[in-house]
């Protein structure tokens, strides 16, 4: 069976942020970004457990790294039933944290 991956308006917003900044920055690589994004996050349609539990306690909120050249990015994530998985937040790995 297949997770249906929805977002959060936030992951929403991380998307836009992080997708405007490389534009900004680097715009050769903006569209290489989102499609390692998205072939992360279409991984979790078939395998959210397979990734690292993102705090203690709780086995359906957990983390997915995903590469992006000599860094990457990391979604937050929860399962929410035998069905769907929610993106809750998206930041590039040398953010601080999701906010």
Do not use: W
């Not at 936030?10 to 994004?37: N, W």
């Amino acid at each position: 069976m297949r997770y249906q991956v929805r977002f959060t308006r936030v992951a929403k917003e991380d998307l836009q942020r992080l997708y405007g900044f490389l534009l900004e920055h680097d715009p050769s690589a903006a569209p290489r970004a989102r499609e390692a994004i998205g072939k992360g996050l279409e991984f979790l349609r078939d395998f959210p457990f397979s990734c690292r539990k993102a705090v203690q306690g709780n086995p359906f909120l957990r983390e997915m790294v995903i590469p992006f050249g000599a860094n990457g990015y990391v979604a937050l994530f929860e399962i929410e039933d035998k069905e769907t998985v929610t993106i809750l937040a998206i930041r590039h790995q040398r953010e601080e944290d999701y906010l």
